[in-house]
């Protein structure tokens, strides 16, 4: 993509505005948006309505492949974002508002994929589904979605406005609307970062000339000590963004899984486990299976402890943002509805509740259609108990964990939130309710086909969670990047919903596709398929091995014991440092987060919090020693690397969906590539060059004067 033409994608018409946006009155200390809650600009008009939906459907497919094959998905924000202010500079009339509201809808998509993809393909690793019914598939996405479009409602007013949360690629977000509006400087920050990003991320993932990752080990008697990282751009901008506490808290997370737990695990385990679970493999290769199939399940404990504690520590800002919510419904009844401003008006709360009331028996039918008496041969009370069980622990999960998901996306992004964690605790959770309700005779050795069904069950109330964790939490980043440019945060919300019901419609037919392509997590729908192209699954068979795991009574209780003890040790450190009034605090899901995630990921989102800190420094010692603003000069410096970041992001993020099209008819994630194999080594040097080269750049940027 020529710089010129993605300079001109951005030069939408000009709003006349002064020079605001993200900023602090000194003597009232209100926020002030970029576009004034008393000025308003046409937001769901008839071309951002359809470049949405069809955005959504497209992300949702791009993302729905990268998910099943490595496991994770692209954010989909800031490329929805730039795709939008490229298409609707071609009218005459366009604004920021018709922009961020599109982006809104668009990202809906890819966090559908998300939720979907990480669970529904279990049903078909479990033998349970052949392939992926359309209503089913539909009907569970759409109900799961919604429901995490209204449990974000109240989320909005708890995260965003009392917790004052980071929520760095809502804020990236906004920055990119903003450059895009405003033009100059800003806009060409972003494209210069944008293009080279999209240009490493093309060389890295689709012509292979430079590594994605590089990792080593060194051994100590019988333990192996791992160390690897992410040769990945867009997470050092999301880095550069949350800032050095939280990068420094996710880091210490990953050590705390790679320097102690992987090591010890392997000096005291008994060696015919150890044996088993690695099999051939040594090295750095070794460390990985042990953490992806022992240490792992303690980044699960510390996630269920944190995720209660967030809990713990969102009730009052909860309880106030669902008054305030009541409140507006009042005024509004009273015909003082325009004394709220435009600006923090929601959907009202009684429809909210209404709407998730409503959601109640739908996602009840879904259940007895999906586990129907023919799988589950119980008797009738006790199917309809838990039918029941299973739809209303629905609705109390999904509305917990979308308020942990959109928590943790508040500390560390959508890219970096681990809604698979979640979902995790949601199955390992239910499967134990199903195993004390239905008897000790669900045993997958003994009673197969019951015990299939029960893990069924378990993986459709993981599903109906995921789908609402992971649209949470995406959209709490939407709505981060609407109070930043002024949006009505009921139009996003309606339009979040028109995202979801989009992206719902066409993700059964995508993973049918995919499914009988490729084959899924070992499972090829007809003989004679290869499995070199079959697509991993990872994480549904992640929530496979946890349901299974719950009947087969074979889990990792021990990591995940020990992953509770270590979550309950930060937040004593938390209130210790609370209490002596520390800067630097330990929100333990940031941690969590750490030990979950592979370590790769935590150490390009270190370094990009190294790399703020570092230059916040050096504008400060400048600052002072030439007599000028320090306060001042920090700020410039953060919202230029913030500029810098965001298109880092931007970049990376964009070339990651489209490398997803040619992947996908090729049936091979080397489809373009341009070397032998044999240049690995060649590789792995030009990656580490190149990311050296950033890290750089990033702080020069920064620092500028």
């Known amino acids: 993509m020529p710089l010129a033409f993605l300079c001109s994608s951005f030069n939408l018409k000009r709003i006349n505005l002064t020079k605001r946006g993200n900023i602090l009155s000194d003597d009232t200390k209100q926020f002030v948006p970029y576009v004034r809650a008393e000025d308003d600009y046409p937001q769901i008009t008839f071309k951002a309505v359809v470049l949405g939906i069809l955005l959504s459907a497209i992300l949702a497919g791009a993302n729905a492949y990268l998910g099943l094959k490595v496991g994770m998905t692209v954010s989909a924000s800031i490329p929805a974002a730039v795709i939008s202010m490229a298409v609707l500079r071609l009218f005459k009339e366009s604004n920021i508002l018709e922009n961020n509201i599109?982006?809104?809808?668009?990202?809906?998509?890819?966090?559908?994929?998300?939720?979907?993809?990480?669970?529904?393909?279990?049903?078909?690793?479990?033998?349970?589904?052949?392939?992926?019914?359309?209503?089913?598939?539909?009907?569970?996405?759409?109900?799961?979605?919604?429901?995490?479009?209204?449990?974000?409602?109240?989320?909005?007013?708890?995260?965003?406005?009392?917790?004052?949360?980071?929520?760095?690629?809502?804020?990236?977000?906004?920055?990119?609307?903003?450059?895009?509006?405003?033009?100059?400087?800003?806009?060409?920050?972003?494209?210069?970062?944008?293009?080279?990003?999209?240009?490493?991320?093309?060389?890295?993932?689709?012509?292979?000339?430079?590594?994605?990752?590089?990792?080593?080990?060194?051994?100590?008697?019988?333990?192996i000590f791992g160390m690897g990282t992410e040769l990945s751009v867009a997470l050092l901008g999301v880095g550069y963004i949350v800032g050095l506490n939280i990068a420094v808290l996710v880091f210490a997370g990953g050590l705390i899984s790679w320097l102690f737990g992987i090591p010890l695990y392997m000096a005291f385990a008994n060696p015919a486990e150890v044996a088993e679970v690695v099999g051939n493999m040594s090295g750095y290769d070794a460390a990985l299976e042990i953490w992806s199939q022992k240490i792992r399940y303690m980044g699960v404990g510390a996630m269920v402890v944190g995720g209660i504690w967030a809990l713990i520590s969102l009730a009052k800002p909860l309880k106030d943002g669902i008054a305030s919510s009541w409140e507006a419904v009042k005024k509004a009844r009273a015909g003082k509805s325009a004394d709220i401003p435009r600006t923090e008006r929601d959907m009202p709360i009684n429809y909210v509740l209404w709407g998730i009331i409503g959601l109640a028996v739908p996602i009840f039918i879904i259940f007895t259609q999906v586990i129907d008496?023919?799988?589950?041969?119980?008797?009738?009370?006790?199917?309809?108990?838990?039918?029941?069980?299973?739809?209303?622990?629905?609705?109390?999960?999904?509305?917990?964990?979308a308020s942990v998901a959109g928590y943790m996306a508040g500390l560390v992004g959508s890219s970096n939130n681990p809604i698979s964690g979640v979902t995790i605790a949601t199955i390992l959770a239910t499967s134990l309710i199903l195993l004390a309700l239905l008897g000790t005779q669900l045993d997958f050795a003994v009673d197969t086909g019951r015990a299939q069904a029960a893990a069924a069950a378990a993986i459709l109330v993981g599903a109906m969670v995921a789908c609402a964790a992971a649209i949470a939490g995406d959209n709490m980043q939407d709505l981060k990047a609407g109070q930043l440019v002024g949006a009505t945060p009921y139009k996003q919300q309606i339009m979040q919903i028109v995202g979801v019901v989009s992206a719902a419609l066409v993700i059964a037919p995508i993973l049918s596709l995919l499914f009988n392509a490729y084959g899924l997590g070992g499972v090829l729908p007809r003989e004679g398929m290869s499995s070199a192209e079959m697509l991993s699954a990872p994480q549904a068979t992640l929530m496979q091995s946890v349901a299974e795991g719950v009947f087969a009574r074979n889990l990792e209780w021990n990591m995940i014991w020990i992953g509770c003890v270590i979550a309950v040790a930060i937040i004593i450190l938390d209130k210790i440092l609370e209490a002596k009034e520390f800067e630097f605090r330990t929100p333990v899901l940031a941690v969590a987060v750490g030990i979950y995630l592979p370590l790769e990921l935590t150490v390009p989102i270190f370094v990009g919090g190294m790399i703020a800190w570092w230059a916040g420094r050096m504008v400060a010692n400048r600052a002072r020693r030439e007599g000028t603003d320090v306060e001042e000069a920090k700020t410039k410096a953060e919202r230029r690397g913030l500029l810098f970041s965001s298109g880092l992001i931007t970049g990376e993020a964009l070339i990651g969906i489209v490398l997803a099209i040619p992947f996908a008819i090729q049936e091979s994630t080397d489809a373009l590539r341009l070397v032998p194999e044999s240049f690995a080594p060649v590789a792995d040097w030009l990656g580490a060059l190149a990311a050296v080269f950033f890290i750089i750049w990033l702080y020069k940027v920064a620092v500028k004067k």
């Open 102 to 223: 599109v982006q809104t809808a668009a990202s809906a998509g890819e966090s559908l994929a998300a939720g979907v993809i990480f669970t529904l393909p279990a049903l078909i690793l479990l033998r349970y589904w052949s392939d992926f019914p359309f209503l089913d598939t539909m009907a569970i996405a759409m109900c799961g979605g919604v429901l995490g479009v209204l449990f974000t409602i109240p989320l909005r007013r708890a995260l965003i406005i009392e917790k004052k949360l980071k929520f760095p690629e809502g804020v990236a977000t906004g920055e990119v609307l903003k450059a895009g509006t405003e033009g100059g400087k800003g806009i060409i920050q972003i494209a210069w970062a944008g293009l080279a990003a999209a240009l490493y991320k093309l060389g890295q993932t689709g012509f292979k000339l430079f590594s994605g990752s590089v990792s080593g080990s060194a051994t100590a008697g019988k333990s």
């Open 373 to 401: 008496t023919t799988h589950l041969p119980v008797s009738s009370g006790l199917y309809w108990t838990t039918m029941t069980i299973g739809a209303v622990f629905s609705l109390v999960a999904g509305f917990l964990f």
